[in-house]
């Protein structure tokens, strides 16, 4: 009998011409979609494919489901304990989106402290015409950066900062063995000490708010921070404010608490630079992203066995 697989969001096109060569597949464009599927339809739902999204309610919903295969790194929208309670697979895309993802928090990085868009503004309003040269900015050069998780994405963000002469600290739970940069167990005092912070950590309540009305104090008025994480790491209310009053000096953010929604506040603000959590959004990675929604898929129904799974799956059985 066919394998059905349930798609959850719009894929690629190739995602479903791929699929469609070994799967009977169900797609849901939108998730309210999966209020009109019939019982019969997800009695034979095996397999999901999934932008972050399966929480415990709709894991519930399909009594035969065996893989989770989860577009993005970050999962967590993904109840992924629960899924391994029920021995059902989570899988995800890591890796393949390390250098777009990082290439993006340089990007927020000298836009922010080098005020690209309020220069570029300044020219197409005539304003350098009018009144001359537009106000310096300050150089990234031997800046002293903290990265808040020196995961997969955080070590490609280290490399790529040590061409602008950077020197490089982290925090993260554990200290990493095997890495030039100096590790910081307290998270305060680390931003004391830097210019810049950048947080790329995992979503989720082990990381909520961890940069808080203290971190953001110790930055300071004339700290940078950058966010390629999740809207969720950063206490943004308390972040706006800061920003508001200059006790923090500039963000870059390309991700925000309750997305498309983002504070209004930060509109208007120079010191400000904004992106729509586009980080790994170019055609290239988001390619190889769906590849490995697929490949996670397909190798798990035809050999037993899953290329990328979630540490919380690693000891379940073709994980
Ligand atoms: P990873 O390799 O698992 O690295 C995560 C890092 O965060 C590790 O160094 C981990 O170290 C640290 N960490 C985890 N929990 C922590 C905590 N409570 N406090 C301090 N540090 C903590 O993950 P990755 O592949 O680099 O991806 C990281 C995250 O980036 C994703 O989960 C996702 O949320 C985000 N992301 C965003 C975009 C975007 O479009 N903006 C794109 C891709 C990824 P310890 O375990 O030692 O603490
Ligand atoms: C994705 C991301 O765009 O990988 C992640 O964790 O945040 C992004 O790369 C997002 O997950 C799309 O669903």
């Known amino acids: 009998m066919t ?27 939108e998730r309210s979609d999966i209020e ?19 929480p415990k309610d709709l894991i519930e919903k399909f009594p035969r489901l065996k893989l989770i295969s989860s577009f993005g790194v970050g999962y967590d929208g993904v ?23 990082a290439n993006t928090a340089i990007m927020l990085i000298l ?7 309020v220069q570029d503004k300044y020219l197409r309003d005539g304003r350098w015409v009018k009144e001359g040269n537009a106000p310096l900015t300050t150089s990234i050069r031997g800046k002293k950066v903290g990265i808040v998780g020196l995961g997969r994405i955080g070590e490609a963000i280290a490399e790529k900062l040590s061409v602008f002469q950077c020197e490089t600290v982290y925090h993260s739970r554990n200290k990493k063995e095997g890495v030039p940069y100096t590790y910081y167990g307290n998270l305060v005092e680390m931003a004391k000490e830097c210019d810049l912070l950048i947080a790329i950590t995992p979503g989720g309540p082990a990381t909520n708010k961890l940069i808080n009305r203290d971190v953001i104090e110790a930055l300071g008025p004339q700290g940078t921070l950058i966010n390629v994480a999740r ?14 009053d200059r006790r923090l000096g500039a963000a870059g953010l ?3 608490e309750d997305e498309p929604n983002v504070p209004e506040e930060l509109f208007s603000m120079e010191n400000v630079v904004l992106t729509p ?31 990328t799974p979630v540490p919380e799956c690693a000891n379940l059985t073709g994980a």
Not at 37 to 52: K, P, V, Y
Not at 111 to 117: E, N
Request: hydrophobic share 45%; with cysteine.
């Open 79 to 101: 109840d992924a304990d629960f899924a391994a309670s029920k021995e059902i697979i989570v899988t995800h895309t890591p890796n393949v989106l390390n250098d777009d993802v």
């Open 254 to 256: 390309d991700v925000f």
């Open 277 to 307: 959590h586009v980080a790994s959004a170019t055609w290239e990675t988001r390619q190889a992203m769906s590849d490995l929604v697929v490949a996670n898929l397909v190798s798990y129904f035809s050999k037993g066995k899953v290329e």
């Open 111 to 117: 836009a922010t402290m080098r005020r690209l868009i």
């Open 231 to 244: 809207g969720t790491v950063v206490d943004e209310t308390e972040m706006v404010n800061a920003l508001q």
């Open 3 to 29: 394998t059905n697989i349930l798609t959850i969001g719009t894929f690629f096109p190739s995602v479903i011409s791929d699929l469609s060569k070994e799967f009977e597949i169900v797609e849901c464009p």
């Open 36 to 54: 009109k599927l019939s019982a019969n339809q997800c009695e034979h739902i095996e397999g999901l494919a999934t932008f972050g999204w399966a």
